[in-house]
């Protein structure tokens, strides 16, 4: 076996164990259940739990259906889908009221939904919200 032939090989061999290293990158985007696609917000409404959960001035994470609600100091609620307008991932994290994406690091307002650290460039979307008989319903915008 020649010199060549020999690094040919070893060229392949090391792109070959490269290949799945360099999916991990999609997998840590990928919504739970591996589809690839991103987890879905509401398409109708559903109800998220106590009107009390969300106090004036805070903001409180519903992993579960992919939405964030914040409750302004004048009890107004407004409600966001926190999938990121980034790359699709669903946001697991608020600390205070900013979202931040896991997969590459956006932040955004939970209070208004806008940007406040790249790369995202998209706003949330704004999903519709009430408070109903002492219960936090929210749902996709009329």
Not at 8 to 19: D, E, I, N, P, Q
Not at 22 to 49: M, S, W, Y
Not at 67 to 95: F, M, W
């Amino acid at each position: 076996m020649s010199a060549s032939s020999s690094a040919s090989r070893r060229t392949v061999l090391r792109g070959a164990a490269a290949a799945p290293v360099a999916g991990l990158g999609l997998a840590a985007c990928a919504a739970p259940g591996g589809n690839g696609q991103a987890a879905a917000t509401p398409t109708a409404p559903v109800d998220l739990g106590a009107d009390s959960e969300v106090a004036k001035g805070g903001a409180k994470l519903y992993r579960d259906h992919n939405v964030v609600v914040s409750r302004g100091e004048d009890g107004t609620l407004r409600a966001y889908s926190t999938v990121c307008t980034h790359a699709g991932c669903p946001i697991n994290k608020l600390q205070g009221t900013t979202l931040i994406c896991p997969c590459h690091g956006s932040q955004f307002d939970a209070v208004t939904g806008k940007v406040v650290q790249a790369p995202a460039t998209e706003p949330l979307t704004e999903l519709t919200v009430k408070a109903a008989k002492g219960r936090i319903v929210a749902g996709p915008a009329a």
